[in-house]
């Protein structure tokens, strides 16, 4: 049951990107009489659609909640949706606040991509592990993803401001920068997307490919073993896992074993297969970024350019600012205060330099720099805007890159 109403909150977040869209694009294309009444009959439009869908995704997290037993945000699949409707939350507390229709084409397709990304992940409900047996991982998750969230929706606006403020078709050194940067943005967006579809289409085509290795284990008494691990693969393998032996391979483009073996520096819980998604993420990025610039014939931030026309720059610089600024205290509580008081509970210890605690502070220390050049420095427009795109995509990669890559106590979250 709870996947079905994932699903049509999916559907619904989709329709509602069509209509805000339309409500931008409809202006210009169809010449309508009153602009302002256009965009904000379709704007409300779009909106109600939100409320529609993010009610039915706070249906899915407590019918989720009910088949499980405990707070659906333990693994990556229960965390990156919960993160989606996150984002969605905070784009209709910021869109309450600015009313600004425009938000939605940029903030509902992060929030869309989350919940794409998360279906790749296995749906099945799993018991909690025990370390996470605890009333404080419904309020260190819940609450550290709320202050991602309302970083989605700052970097949402902030790369908003700089598809409006960059100049596409300067040649200049600094103006080739900043369309380089924008352009990375966008390809790493278009990354996840082909991931997404990459996983799916294979999925569908059936595709599996499975190696055993011996792996080593350490029991809470520190007594070492080795055991032998398999491990599935759901994309064709290009790395192996280390020091493995294949146990059968669907050819692939007359490929029958893997060309490259995963380094044995990689560690980590199948740290083969996940370097092998790495790879595959970019190359599928790559191509899927190459067709839609040899169709657009230009750099993809030229082609949402002209979406911003008649968008007032300092409204939209606002807008970034104000969700970074909701935003870090509840990631301060979140992130870094419950955690370390969990962390304490838990292991003893209130920090271990743990890659995923790292990373969190980071994060924290990213946006800090942010808030502080914002007030002491006077840093708005695009030095700003930039700031609030970066920040972002350091929280992208701590979600995404430390969880599945990288091994620590937080590795669990990948599974």
Not at 87 to 111: D, Q, T
Not at 166 to 176: A, H, I, L, Q, Y
Not at 224 to 246: F, I, R
Not at 304 to 319: A, N, T, V, Y
Request: hydrophobic letters at 50%; aromatic letters at 14%.
């Amino acid at each position: 049951m709870s996947s079905t109403f994932l699903l049509i909150a999916f559907c619904i977040y989709c329709v509602s990107l069509l209509v805000f869209v339309i409500g931008i694009t409809g202006k210009k294309s169809l010449q309508v009489d009153n602009p302002e009444a256009y965009v904000k009959k379709w704007g409300n439009a779009g909106f109600a659609l939100t409320i529609l869908g993010f009610a039915s995704q706070a249906t899915y997290f407590f019918t989720r909640w009910a088949e499980a037993g405990h707070i659906p945000n333990s693994n990556m699949y229960e965390f990156m949706t919960m993160l989606g409707m996150m984002i969605v939350l905070a784009f209709i507390i910021v869109f309450l606040i600015y009313r600004a229709p425009v938000l939605g084409i940029f903030a509902l397709p992060v929030a869309i991509i989350m919940i794409a990304y998360a279906s790749v992940f296995p749906h099945d409900v799993q018991p909690l592990i025990p370390a996470l047996q605890s009333y404080w991982l419904k309020i260190h998750v819940t609450t550290a993803s709320l202050g991602e969230a309302f970083f989605a929706v700052g970097f949402a606006a902030g790369l908003m401001y700089l598809l409006q403020n960059v100049k596409f078709g300067s040649k200049e050194k600094g103006d080739r920068r900043e369309q380089r940067g924008v352009e990375f943005t966008l390809f790493t967006l278009v990354m996840i997307v082909a991931f997404v579809a990459a996983i799916f289409g294979f999925n569908a085509a059936g595709y599996h490919a499975q190696y055993a290795n011996d792996v080593t284990v350490t029991d809470k008494n520190n007594v070492e073993s080795t055991v032998k691990q398999t491990v599935d693969y759901v994309l064709p393998p290009l790395v192996k896992p280390y020091n493995s032996v294949q146990v059968n391979m669907q050819p692939f483009l007359g490929m029958t074993e893997a060309p490259f073996e995963a380094p044995s520096w990689m560690k980590g819980s199948n740290a083969g297969r996940k370097f092998n998604t790495v790879i595959w993420t970019v190359i599928c990025g790559a191509v899927l970024y190459g067709l839609l610039r040899l169709i657009a014939r230009k750099p993809l931030g030229a082609v949402l350019q002209p979406l911003m026309k008649g968008i007032d720059p300092e409204d939209i610089d606002e807008i970034s600012y104000r969700a970074i600024a909701i935003g870090y205290p509840i990631f301060t509580l979140g992130a870094l205060i419950f955690a370390m008081i969990w962390a304490a509970e838990a292991w003893g210890r209130f920090w271990g330099w743990d890659p995923k605690e790292v990373w969190a502070l980071i994060v924290w220390l990213f946006y800090a720099a942010y808030l502080h050049l914002r007030f002491s420095r006077g840093w708005q427009g695009k030095r700003s805007s930039w700031l609030s795109v970066i920040g972002f995509l350091v929280v992208m990669f701590t979600l995404i890159g430390v969880n599945l890559v990288i091994a620590g106590l937080h590795s669990y979250s990948g599974v």
